[in-house]
């Protein structure tokens, strides 16, 4: 499977702001916060897309929700709330092909998540 960036931010070869760990996930600032919080939980595991999740992957995927949410109480918006999110492939809107939770917080979330409503790619 393709390495991505990510992976490079699992080994360590590449910083970032890492806010949690554990054997199974990994949670780090995104580089391009679109809300005033916006996080990453990703597995460590290589997964590429949400298509490509398995049984086997039960436990790794609801990892990142738990962590999500331990995150959302740490930080302490969890009662406000917030946005988690994964994107898949182009219409998603994904862009790396490692599969990871977008969390956003700190302001009102819109809905739905795009403003051109119906329009398909070219
Ligand atoms: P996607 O569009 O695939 O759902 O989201 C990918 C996210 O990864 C984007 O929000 C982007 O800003 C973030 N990202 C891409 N490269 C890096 C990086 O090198 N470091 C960090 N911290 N975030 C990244």
Not at 7 to 29: G, M, T, V
Not at 68 to 84: N, P, T, V
Request: hydrophobic fraction near 45%; glycine fraction near 6%; charge should be negative.
């Amino acid at each position: 499977m393709a390495e991505t960036i990510f992976d490079k931010i699992i080994d360590k070869s590449i910083p970032a702001e890492i806010l949690y760990e554990d054997e199974l996930a990994l949670a780090f600032s995104d580089i391009n916060p679109q809300a005033p919080v916006h996080f990453l939980v990703i597995p460590k595991k290589q997964i590429a897309t949400i298509n490509d999740i398995t049984e086997a992957d039960r436990e790794v995927v609801g990892h990142l929700y738990v962590v999500a949410a331990k995150l959302a109480a740490e930080k302490g918006f969890a009662d406000q709330g917030y946005r988690a999110v994964m994107n898949c492939n182009e219409y998603g809107g994904q862009t790396v092909y490692h599969i990871h939770l977008h969390v956003l917080a700190g302001k009102p979330m819109g809905w739905p998540p795009y403003t051109d409503k119906m329009k398909p790619l070219e």
